[in-house]
Nanobody
Framework: QVQLVESGGGSVQAGGSLRLSCAAS????????MGWFRQAPGKEREGVAT???????SYTTSVKGRFTISKDNAKNTLYLQMDSLKPEDTAMYYC???????????????????????WGQGTQVTVSS
């Protein structure tokens, strides 16, 4: 059983930075993809960033150039460095682990919830203007 525990959330002013961490335990080798999702009040959960076993990354358009996803395999820890934060980044952020999404002959770590079957409890990020 995979367990994911997020930390590092908090309150910052616009333009500030935060680094989220996600400590993974249990059997993770079946999980090709790890990702960060977020959910703002009254909105659906959305994919923010993903990283594959070979460190291939993907980002949702609104965070490209500001957020960086990375992982430390030795520490079984996933990170999300968030810079130039904006009020619209305010949300509960969730760490996730799962499988690649396949369409046709291609498979990749998609910014979709369905391929992810392990989730953390979330950490709150609040950005004030």
């Amino acid at each position: 059983q995979v367990q994911l525990v997020e930390s590092g959330g908090g309150s910052v002013q616009a333009g500030g930075s935060l680094r989220l961490s996600c400590a993974a335990s249990g059997y993770t080798y079946s999980s090709y993809c790890m990702g960060w999702f977020r959910q703002a009040p009254g909105k659906e959960r959305e994919g923010v960033a993903t990283i594959d076993l070979d460190d291939t990354t993907s980002y949702t358009t609104s965070v490209k150039g500001r957020f960086t996803i990375s992982k430390d395999n030795a520490k079984n820890t996933l990170y999300l460095q968030m810079d130039s934060l904006k009020p619209e980044d305010t949300a509960m952020y969730y760490c996730s682990a799962g499988s690649r999404y396949c369409a046709g002959h291609s498979c990749w770590c998609a910014l979709l919830q369905d391929p992810y079957n392990y989730w953390g409890q979330g950490t709150q990020v609040t950005v004030s203007s």
